[in-house]
């Protein structure tokens, strides 16, 4: 089955610095890569997502990459503020898989001031 | 507006008593999943439905059932608590489609003594 790593296990970045989280999977089926931030006391929710038909996608001050090839995509977050302290997750899943996802161990950002 | 609910939020019991956690969604998604959520593991799947009667097992679901009468319930029971399900337990749905955003709910807090 699908195998998801991801690093670090922790970050801690100033504010207005930039962060990458680091994700590889094991399954070259697999297709679209969504991540989710959690939040304390929360659950999980979907901030972006990326498919496997484009390399990389934006959405304001985050971004996801992903090399097909390598196997491996990251979360780029930039401009960090302190609402973006949370646990970030990222998975993996493919088209004929039952919408089932596989969840790498997750990161436990904190941003500092 | 649409949502996902779980209860109760916190749980305690006691080893070998039957537990079960709620899960209700008014998306009316088809797909429904539990996860089980421990630290140095990320998220795993436990059981999962894609509709009405319809159940399959997730790469831990040892210990536990679900059923799935309607579509807005999943209901995940402890046949017989034991200390290793001590855990944050998390019902997510999603639509029919094979790669399609899983939303979460808010999790429950379960403690087996």
């Known amino acids: 089955g699908e195998n998801v790593e991801q690093h670090p296990s922790t970050l801690s970045v100033q504010e207005g610095d930039s962060a990458v989280i680091k994700c590889t999977y094991s399954?070259?089926?697999?297709?679209?890569f969504p991540w989710y931030k959690q939040e304390l006391g929360k659950g999980p929710q979907l901030i972006i997502d990326i498919r496997s038909n484009v390399g990389e996608k934006k959405d304001q001050r985050i971004a996801v990459t992903l090399n097909k090839t390598a196997k491996h995509f990251s979360l780029h977050i930039t401009e960090t503020q302190p609402e973006d302290s949370a646990v970030y997750f990222c998975a993996a899943s493919k088209t004929g898989g039952g919408n089932k996802l596989t969840f790498g161990t997750g990161t436990q950002q904190k941003v500092e001031l | 507006d649409a949502e996902i609910t779980q209860s109760p939020r916190h749980k305690i019991t006691e080893t070998g008593r039957q537990v079960t956690l709620a899960c209700h969604q008014t998306w009316n998604h088809n797909n429904m999943f539990w996860y089980r959520q421990d630290l140095g593991h990320g998220l795993r799947l436990i059981h999962y439905?894609?509709?009405?009667?319809?159940?399959n097992k997730g790469e831990v679901s040892d210990g536990y059932s679900v059923s799935r009468s309607n579509t807005e319930d999943l209901p995940l029971t402890l046949e017989s608590a034991a200390s290793s399900q001590t855990s944050v337990y998390f019902c997510a749905s999603s639509d029919q489609g094979s790669t399609d955003t899983q939303y979460f709910g808010p999790g429950t807090r379960l403690t087996v003594l």
């Open positions: 399954d070259s089926a697999s297709n679209y």
């Open positions: 439905s894609y509709g009405v009667q319809d159940t």
